[in-house]
């Protein structure tokens, strides 16, 4: 074990580097590390045998993806092998393509959460890559919650104390978005975590950087933090926000706060609620008593915990939308079309409309009737490349305008129409046709460039055979002939249906 510098209690000022980057072209302000030589060695060679050596820990290891982790920002010497434990079972995760990294500031008090964008960290081990264009969108995006206020991260440990580890399991092949809560509002982590939900996928690894309990002894800070923990693995915000509730009589002696970073697990917790494929499970506990450096008397609390996900769970059973979701794109749909017939543009939505699931990417088709239930027009964007909203906008408007199977809806026609929305859920890929259920499933048929669909809805329209609808799709959408389905790749997803007619 590597000789570690335990002066872990004060800070230093905190500094930038002015820096020119080569690639974009501007003058950069680096934000250079802080608390190395206090919560972490200075030295590169012994702050990486150091790391390495906390990564020898391992948590329980599993083949489910990593979605998120939880671990301590205290000194090494107190939290370092804890905090391993949680990065341990990212090793041999495959690469992630962004790292959210989020704390709450410990020195400055702001409202809604601070994002670093002049620059990249430095650490010891080398430069930190922060990505910039999503750190600079989600500011644009989201300015009721997302600032950059630089005094911010001058002095914060929280995010710094992670990038070693990052570092040295990834080297420079890793970028990550620094965010930093600055009030305690739970409405400020719900709004975060709205924003952030679009990021929330398997691509991406979230790091939420928090101790557990401040002061209390040894004893009384194991059993508090076990209730903490297991509120968090509840994934309900109530009981979340009773664990670290601090009561008025104060039942645990010299306890300051249940969790110092409990506005970061709060985001967390509203994006994993309704996700039943995703647990937060426990990974491991100390607290500085622990420590030869540490006191029993007066701890601080540390635990590791990792939200996972069951990757052999369908996705498509876990895609909801609230009723208000549902509203807000009919809403979407019917002023776009309204707008765009009446002015030739494609307005932009009113902000209030979109909510964290309706950023999320997703396929949708807009269907138009008229009165008496005749088809009017009906196109659709099965990819998931694009936010939902902006899907329903398109086609919403393509439906009225370039279905080449009708002529244009005028302007007087539209209130006489009723829009119809069916919202896909991720599709999946399927080995043969004993997978596609027509009652419940849309088929999507792919071969070479040539592709087609049916919607869940078509099976209970014609009353078609499964084997019907698999040569009806391949022949008239795919135009690949009536057996082309035999030899093409073929995906089922299923479709939340919803019109103004009806709210399902």
């Given at each position: 074990?590597?000789?570690?510098?335990?002066?872990?209690?004060?800070?230093?000022?905190?500094?930038?580097?002015?820096?020119?980057?080569?690639?974009?072209?501007?003058?950069?302000?680096?934000?250079?590390?802080?608390?190395?030589?206090?919560?972490?060695?200075?030295?590169?060679?012994?702050?990486?045998?150091?790391?390495?050596?906390?990564?020898?820990?391992p948590g329980h290891q599993t083949g489910k993806r990593i979605r998120a982790i939880i671990v301590p920002h205290a000194g090494y010497v107190f939290s370092g092998e804890v905090a391993g434990s949680a990065y341990n079972l990212i090793q041999e995760q495959k690469p992630y393509k962004n790292i959210f990294i989020i704390g709450a500031s410990h020195h400055e008090y702001f409202h809604g959460a601070s994002i670093y964008t002049p620059g990249n960290y430095e650490t010891p081990l080398g430069e930190a890559r922060v990505n910039n264009a999503i750190s600079t969108k989600l500011i644009s995006d989201n300015k009721n919650v997302f600032h950059y206020v630089p005094e911010a991260h001058q002095k914060e440990h929280s995010i710094e104390v992670q990038l070693p580890f990052l570092q040295k399991i990834y080297g420079d092949n890793f970028s990550f978005i620094p965010v930093l809560f600055g009030d305690q509002s739970a409405e400020t982590s719900r709004k975060v975590a709205d924003a952030l939900k679009p990021y929330f996928t398997d691509e991406n690894l979230f790091i939420i950087s928090t101790d557990f309990s401040h002061y209390p002894a040894y004893n009384d800070a194991i059993a508090n933090d076990q209730k903490t923990a297991s509120a968090v693995e509840s994934k309900s915000v109530d009981k979340f926000m009773e664990a670290v509730k601090i009561p008025e009589d104060k039942q645990v002696h010299n306890l300051l706060t249940s969790m110092c970073g409990w506005q970061a697990t709060l985001a967390l917790i509203y994006l994993t609620r309704n996700d039943e494929k995703i647990s937060i499970l426990p990974v491991q506990y100390q607290n500085s008593g622990d420590s030869p450096y540490g006191e029993k008397?007066?701890?601080?609390?540390?635990?590791?915990?990792?939200?996972?996900?069951?990757?052999?769970?369908?996705p498509a059973e876990d895609f909801v939308l609230t009723a208000q979701d549902k509203t807000s794109l009919l809403t979407i749909a019917r002023e776009s079309i309204t707008d765009f017939l009446r002015n030739g543009q494609i307005p932009e939505p009113d902000p209030e409309l979109i909510t964290g699931n309706l950023k999320i990417n997703a396929g949708a088709f807009v269907t138009l009737h008229t009165e008496d239930g005749k088809l009017r027009g009906c196109i659709g964007h099965m990819q998931s490349d694009l936010p939902l909203y902006q899907v329903v906008q398109r086609m919403a408007i393509a439906a009225a305008t370039e279905d080449y199977r009708f002529n244009h809806i005028s302007a007087d026609e539209i209130n006489n129409i009723n829009i119809e929305?069916?919202?896909?859920?991720?599709?999946?890929?399927?080995?043969?046709?004993?997978?596609f259920n027509p009652s419940k499933h849309g088929i999507y048929i792919k071969k070479g460039n040539a592709s087609g669909t049916f919607l869940p809805q078509v099976a209970i329209q014609t009353n078609w055979t499964k084997e019907e609808l698999l040569g009806h799709c391949a022949r008239d959408k795919a135009h690949i002939g009536w057996n082309g389905w035999k030899t093409a790749d073929l995906y089922v997803y299923k479709a939340i249906i919803f019109s103004e007619k009806k709210q399902d």
């Open positions: 074990m590597p000789v570690l510098l335990i002066l872990f209690t004060a800070c230093a000022t905190g500094q930038q580097k002015e820096k020119y980057n080569m690639h974009h072209t501007k003058m950069t302000k680096n934000r250079m590390p802080v608390v190395a030589g206090q919560f972490y060695p200075s030295d590169s060679a012994t702050l990486s045998e150091t790391v390495a050596d906390f990564l020898k820990h008397d007066r701890v601080v609390g540390y635990y590791a915990m990792a939200a996972i996900e069951d990757e052999k769970h369908d929305i069916s919202v896909l859920t991720p599709m999946k890929k399927i080995t043969g046709p004993e997978e």
